[in-house]
């Protein structure tokens, strides 16, 4: 008898968004299964080598994939991950992508520690909605959800989407996000990009 597929909800965005927060606590309000994918890489050793410039490790999503498919037991999980994918023998029923603006950013991954080309590297990214537009192109544009997470709180959020998530509601959290606009308009964009052409060199 074939194995019935499962329905899993992607939280994705940069480093330093509030991914696993967010997901931890939207799994419980659920009731469903967590998965935090940099924890699952480095506890079933499933990555070839870790980059020390960057901070991460070197993995091969296809093993990310079967592993996920793998370890979830239930009809439901939460996957957090900074990069969108499809897990083995499970449906993405949504991505929630979390968002944050750049400056506030840069000041959370700088608490962090994180060193200059890795807040580059990720700055540049919600900057310009990598994030966004890779799940987009993954998931399709009715399947992703984006979030402004900015000065917010992660756990009374998560619940907010857990509500809606349970009357197929979830799309009313989906907001337009410009950051470059946003930015410019208060007058923050120029000292932005003068920080991520400094730290880039």
């Known amino acids: 008898m074939r194995k019935s597929r499962r329905s899993v909800v992607m939280v994705l965005g940069v480093a330093g968004v509030g991914k696993t927060r967010f997901s931890a606590k939207l799994a419980s309000s659920l009731g469903a299964e967590f998965i935090d994918i940099p924890e699952l890489v480095k506890k079933k050793k499933i990555y070839s080598s870790y980059d020390e410039k960057s901070q991460a490790y070197l993995v091969d999503f296809r093993k990310v994939s079967a592993a996920v498919g793998a370890e979830l037991s239930g009809d439901l999980g939460v996957v957090a991950s900074i990069y969108p994918f499809k897990p083995r023998n499970a449906e993405v029923i949504y991505a929630i992508v979390l968002r944050m603006n750049p400056v506030k950013l840069v000041e959370v991954l700088k608490a962090r520690g994180y060193p200059a080309e890795k807040i580059r590297e990720n700055v540049s ?11 987009v192109e993954r998931y399709g544009r009715d399947k992703v959800v984006q979030v402004d997470v900015t000065g917010r709180s992660l756990e009374d959020l998560a619940e907010e989407a857990a509500e809606k998530l349970k009357l197929g509601r979830l799309r009313e959290l989906d907001q337009r996000i410009d950051w470059i606009g946003e930015l410019e308009r208060a007058g923050r964009l120029d000292e932005l990009l003068r920080f991520l052409d400094y730290a880039g060199g």
Do not use: N, R, W, Y
């Open 125 to 135: 990214a919600e900057l310009i909605d990598q994030p966004f537009s890779e799940a």
